[in-house]
């Protein structure tokens, strides 16, 4: 049926086919390091927006509550746990949050080796609250304040 609408073009559907089901197939450690962080709040895309522009190509940069965001948080994380309560970068070994991945984001994306393109998109859907100076404050401690490490196994 589908080779109909196709005609001559069998072996370009074949791939196509072939890549869309590795797309939905992707493995976690194959996109790692990555960074998540909370795209509800204007502050947070700000901050993942020069994180994007400095690793370019090295880090992959996700939203909390993106659908790949949530996928990847699932087989990273326990269910009873909030890991919205501050950015996480993740490694091959450990998921750092808060201010104890600060460090390893700064290295990374002074010594990572870039690899693939990997498109996504930096989004965020604020209400004006979170673009306050008192927002700023909040975000900002709660940044130094909150600190976590979990030591990841595939």
Not at 109 to 126: A, F, P, Q
Request: net charge positive; hydrophobic share 40%; with cysteine.
């Amino acid at each position: 049926m589908f080779f109909i609408a196709f005609g001559v073009n069998k072996k370009l559907f074949h791939k196509i086919l072939i890549q869309k089901q590795r797309r939905q197939i992707v493995d976690i450690r194959d996109l790692l390091p990555i960074v998540i962080y909370d795209d509800k709040c204007y502050l947070c895309s700000k901050f993942a927006n020069v994180v994007h522009t400095f690793a370019r190509d090295k880090i992959l940069v996700v939203g909390h509550y993106s659908d790949m965001g949530m996928k990847i948080k699932s087989e990273i994380f326990d269910h009873s746990y909030d890991s919205t309560i501050m950015f996480w970068f993740v490694t091959k070994k450990t998921a750092y949050g808060g201010r104890a991945a600060i460090l390893p984001l700064f290295f990374n994306i002074l010594t990572g080796k870039s690899r693939e393109h990997l498109n996504y998109d930096l989004s965020s859907s604020c209400s004006q609250d979170c673009k306050t100076p008192r927002a700023f404050f909040m975000r900002t401690r709660s940044l130094f304040s909150n600190s976590k490490k979990i030591a990841l196994k595939f």
